[in-house]
């Protein structure tokens, strides 16, 4: 399951956006016991690094809506929500999800990488862009990774 449900189960079992950095941590450790405290705090970084969180004050804010979230009755997270991903991988998620084959989406981004040279984040970031599929924060990060 995706991180934002995961993430969002604490926002919504207070009702709000607004959740102090160890309050957030107690729910999923203690109250939901689907991660131990650290790990609850390595999904802050997660979603933080994603999009999802801002840290503000010690307090852990949503940067989506959290009501608009479906949680699923036997809803559980897996431990690769703790992974943090490349900005390559969150793209070819995006194509995935968004109805693209992923071998033909790979073919076609090594192809538009030796083309033109530029990193595998980038040429991903094009690919996704010429599909339709909005990859905002990874195409950012694509972009800054082009200065290099």
Request: hydrophobic share 45%; net charge negative.
């Amino acid at each position: 399951m995706s991180l934002d449900v995961a993430v969002a189960v604490p926002f919504k079992q207070r009702g709000t956006t607004r959740l102090g950095e160890g309050e957030f941590v107690v729910a999923l450790s203690l109250d939901r016991n689907w991660f131990s405290p650290d790990q609850a705090k390595r999904l802050i970084d997660v979603a933080a690094g994603r999009g999802l969180l801002a840290r503000d004050n010690g307090e852990v804010v949503a940067r989506f809506d959290p009501p608009g979230v479906t949680v699923p009755d036997e809803y559980e997270p897996d431990e690769s929500l703790l992974r943090e991903q490349s900005t390559f991988e969150r793209i070819l998620d995006a194509l995935v999800a968004a109805g693209n084959d992923k071998q033909e989406a790979v073919a076609a981004i090594n192809e538009r990488q030796r083309r033109l040279g530029v990193s595998v984040e980038a040429a991903a970031a094009l690919y996704a862009r010429r599909q339709g599929v909005d990859v905002g924060d990874a195409a950012r990060a694509a972009a800054e990774r082009l200065g290099e």
